[in-house]
C-alpha cells in the first residue's frame, strides 16, 4: 500500500477513536456536572469531521476504510470506564484525554515525518490538520488539570 493511503488510514482509525472515546466519555459524564463536557462536544464535531473527510478520501480510493478490532476498543471502553468510576473530576478527565491526544500526536508526528515526500499533499494537510487540532486541544485541557 502507498505512504499516502497507509498515512490515510491512520487518520481515520484516530478519528474513529476519538470520536468513540469522546462519545463514551459524554455518556459516562451525562449526570455530571463536569464543566469539561463541552470540550468534549467540541471534539466530538471535530473527530467527526476528520473522520468523514478520511472516508471521504478513502472511498475515492477505493480503499475499505477499517477501524481498530473490536478487542482493542472494548478494552479502552472497559479501561476509561473504571478511570471514570474512581475519579470522574474534570481534572481526571482532562488527563486521560491529554494522554490519549499526547500519544496520537506523536504517533501522526512520526507518520508525517517519515512519509514527508510521498504523501499526496490532500492527505498530508489532512493529517497536518488532525496534528493541529489535537495539539491545540491538550493546550485547553490543561486548563483543567
Known amino acids: 500500500m502507498d505512504e499516502s493511503l ?4 491512520y487518520i481515520y482509525a484516530c478519528a474513529d477513536m476519538g470520536m468513540k472515546s469522546s462519545e463514551k466519555l459524554l ?10 463536557k463541552k470540550i468534549l462536544e467540541s471534539e466530538l464535531k471535530e473527530y467527526e469531521s476528520f473522520y468523514k473527510e478520511s472516508e471521504k478520501l ?9 477501524t481498530k478490532g473490536i478487542f482493542a476498543s472494548l478494552m ?3 479501561s476509561m470506564q ?8 474534570d481534572s481526571k478527565i482532562a488527563d486521560l484525554l491529554i494522554r ?3 500519544m496520537g500526536t506523536i504517533d501522526i508526528q512520526k507518520r508525517l515525518d517519515h512519509f514527508e ?3 499526496n499533499k490532500d492527505i498530508h494537510k489532512l493529517a497536518k490538520s488532525l496534528l493541529k487540532f489535537q495539539e491545540e486541544n491538550i493546550e485547553l485541557l490543561k ?3
Open 6 to 9: 497507509e498515512l490515510l488510514e
Open 27 to 36: 455518556k459516562l459524564l451525562k449526570e455530571k456536572d463536569n464543566k469539561i
Open 58 to 66: 478513502l472511498k475515492k480510493n477505493k480503499v475499505e476504510p477499517k
Open 76 to 78: 479502552a471502553d472497559v
Open 82 to 89: 473504571m478511570e471514570v468510576m474512581k475519579d470522574n473530576s
Open 100 to 102: 490519549g491526544m499526547t
Open 117 to 119: 515526500k510521498e504523501v
Open 143 to 145: 486548563e483543567y488539570l
